[in-house]
């Protein structure tokens, strides 16, 4: 037995000095390293599907393929094995599982703390970036704490409690044509916000406090012209963040890739999800030189229950069935680059995400 036992020994020695010697220098960051900042990315209902579509349309060119620590994210709410996006973004903004429909509360209504609030509480500061309205489910689950998703105005009175450092998306007019006519804009410059309402007044901005309130309700479709906002919104939010020396938090938003999956539509979901791919570009750029952020990207749900029916690699097509019009219950995979990377790979649930961030930015309440 003794003897056995010494050979498994020397056999697992032998197995880790090979393994050793194959170590190379990014995955010894993937596994060490200090985490200063976070940069997170939502792709709304983005599940494998519709990345693996963007990919056969968009070969080789994907910086997706650079994020080597792959995990699945389990992504069912309190009360339902499929989510919405309220009671998701809350698990992974508070940690917390809640009611589909809720933003920011527990199932019981009682307040959680939300990893921007928590970020302030430590000294660091923290921003959302989205291409629906910055009232809408996934960004108000890091600013707001409200009963209902839909009260739209009233998650727009939460982004000056809380006070993000930044926020950019649309939904300009929750703030400034308002039904109880109150004039957030006016309230916001009074807190010390440059409020900008273009992408181009936006990409002149610097400043310590951004509001970019760039569309009366939510973005334009990449097919409608959107154009690069949500790459440039991406650099401005982390030119503005990284002011701070401590350190900061990022929550990036792709919205739209949900509803190209409610609406079963194939192109529209690729080209959103290329718009994703697209802004991690410039987030791996800041990643790679500033040696410190670590860099996730999942989804919250996925939506449509895409299926790949058929393709072409060497044409560049894809042919999708949907198996609902609605979010599926299927999980999600969850992609991350940069130092303790290697923590997001394996099987978790949503809101062990948010345990994992605030532990990795020694955040304490
Ligand atoms: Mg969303
Ligand atoms: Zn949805």
């Known amino acids: 037995m003794i003897k056995l036992r010494y050979r498994i020994y020397a056999l697992v020695t032998i197995f880790a000095f090979f393994a050793a010697g194959c170590v190379n220098n990014s995955s010894l960051t993937e596994n060490s390293g200090e985490v200063k900042n976070i940069i997170f990315i939502i792709g709304d209902g983005m599940g494998l599907s519709h990345m693996y579509s963007t990919m056969t349309v968009y070969t080789g060119e994907m910086n997706i393929t650079e994020l080597k620590s792959i995990g699945f994210c389990k992504t069912h709410s309190y009360d339902n094995y499929i989510t919405d996006s309220a009671a998701s973004g809350t698990a992974l903004a508070t940690g917390s599982k809640t009611r589909n429909g809720m933003i920011g509360l527990a199932p019981d209504s009682t307040m959680l703390m939300s990893l921007i609030e928590l970020a302030h509480l430590n000294g660091l500061a923290g921003g959302v970036v989205s291409t629906s309205t910055v009232t809408h489910a996934t960004p108000a689950s890091y600013v707001s704490h409200n009963i ?142 500033n040696g410190e952020t670590l860099v996730v990207v999942t989804a919250d749900h996925e939506t449509g229950g895409m299926t790949l029916t058929g393709g072409d690699l060497a044409e560049h097509s894809v042919e999708a069935s949907y198996s609902t019009g609605g979010h599926s219950g299927i999980c999600v995979p969850v992609y991350s680059f940069g130092p303790q990377s290697v923590r997001f790979t394996g099987f978790f649930d949503n809101t062990e995400i948010f345990e994992k961030f605030a532990y990795l930015l020694s955040l304490k309440e």
Do not use: C
């Open 148 to 289: 209902s998703r839909n009260n739209y105005d009233e998650i727009a009175e939460d982004f000056l409690i809380t006070q993000p450092e930044v926020f950019i998306g649309g939904g300009l007019d929750n703030f400034e044509n308002r039904e109880d006519e109150k004039d957030l804009v006016a309230e916001l410059r009074k807190a010390g916000y440059n409020v900008v309402v273009s992408i181009e007044d936006l990409l002149e901005v610097d400043s310590d406090r951004v509001a970019g309130l760039l569309a009366p309700g939510h973005m334009p479709k990449m097919s409608e012209g959107r154009g690069d906002m949500l790459a440039n919104s991406a650099k401005i939010a982390i030119e503005t963040l990284s002011k701070n020396k401590k350190g900061f938090f990022l929550m990036i938003e792709a919205s739209q890739i949900d509803w190209g999956g409610h609406a079963n539509d194939t192109q529209y979901i690729i080209e959103e999800t290329a718009d994703l791919d697209k802004t991690l570009g410039v987030v791996l750029d800041y990643a790679k030189q």
